[in-house]
């Protein structure tokens, strides 16, 4: 199968090969690095899948154990490529108490994040604190 004007994978898209002797040298050109970027996409479905949530506790004051809780699970479950927990500062009214941005590589990862031990031991925990919390999962268009 031939991608990209006759290219068989991504290195040949990225790099064009210059032969000097019986050494193969490859040069890299900003509109081959762009052709590997889009090729890689391709081959991977996605580059990123996210998945968010907004927390509001039971009582406010719960927000930092669950940022340290949620933040342990950085390093034990496999497929979380990046965990950010916030906290709200401001207060105002339309304000939840704390966001949770987790990131993966396709929406498989994230579903093997929900079914890991280790985040749904927190989960357990979560529910005897949350009062109501609220999800948007979606794949990044341009990660």
């Known amino acids: 199968m031939h991608f990209f004007g006759g290219c068989q994978s991504a290195m040949d898209a990225v790099f064009g090969p210059i032969a000097l002797g019986a ?13 590997w970027r889009e090729r890689i996409r391709l081959e991977r479905g996605s580059l990123m899948f996210a998945h968010i949530v907004f927390f509001k506790f039971k009582d406010p004051k719960d927000a930092p154990e ?23 500062e401001l207060g105002t009214g339309r304000s939840w108490h704390m966001v949770l941005d987790t990131r993966f590589d ?5 579903r093997a994040y929900a079914s890991d ?3 749904l031991k927190v989960l357990q925990w979560l529910k005897t604190v949350v009062q109501e919390s609220a999800t948007v999962d979606y794949t990044l268009d341009d990660a």
């Not at 050494?23 to 052709?35: E, S």
């Not at 669950?66 to 709200?88: F, K, T």
């Not at 396709?106 to 994230?110: A, I, L, M, S, V």
């Open 23 to 35: 050494l193969l040298f490859v040069i890299p050109t900003p509109r081959n690095l762009v052709i």
């Open 66 to 88: 669950a940022r340290r809780r949620l933040e342990g699970m950085r390093g034990q479950v496999a497929s979380l490529r990046r965990i950010e927990v916030g906290i709200d």
């Open 106 to 110: 396709h929406q498989e990862g994230y």
């Open 117 to 119: 031990p280790t985040h």
